[in-house]
């Protein structure tokens, strides 16, 4: 069993930064890969990165690509989303999840989601 709890959104303007953090509890943190969701008002939850078991690999939806990193500290059981040049159609509730499937794009092969964490960015 994996908790996730994620924590670092806010209200930002329009090219500012955030930082999303995803702790997790357990001593199998680093069994699962991980990714970043998002779902906005009316829409379906989406991807916006993935990383390894590892950290060494990384993929990123196309929107987000140059912008967004994540990041991982097996360490400290967490996972990170750094968020640059924001942009209002980010502007969503941000959800960390646990896997098993590297490369997996759609919700269904993870297995623990957090609560979700609401990111607005004005214009």
């Known amino acids: 069993q994996v908790q996730l709890v994620e924590s670092g959104g806010g209200l930002v303007q329009a090219g500012g930064s955030l930082r999303l953090s995803c702790a997790a509890s357990?001593?199998?943190?680093?069994?699962?890969?991980m990714g970043w969701f998002r779902q906005a008002p009316g829409k379906e939850r989406e991807i916006v990165a993935g990383i390894s078991w590892s950290g060494g690999n990384t993929y990123y939806t196309d929107s987000v690509k140059g912008r967004f990193t994540i990041s991982r500290g097996n360490a400290k059981n967490t996972v990170y989303l750094q968020m640059n040049s924001l942009k209002p159609e980010d502007t969503a509730i941000y959800f960390c999840?646990?896997?098993?499937?590297?490369?997996?794009?759609?919700?269904?092969?993870?297995?623990?989601w957090g609560q979700g964490t609401q990111v607005t960015v004005s214009s």
């Open positions: 999840a646990a896997g098993s499937s590297y490369g997996a794009t759609t919700p269904r092969p993870y297995y623990y």
């Open positions: 357990g001593r199998t943190f680093s069994s699962y890969v």
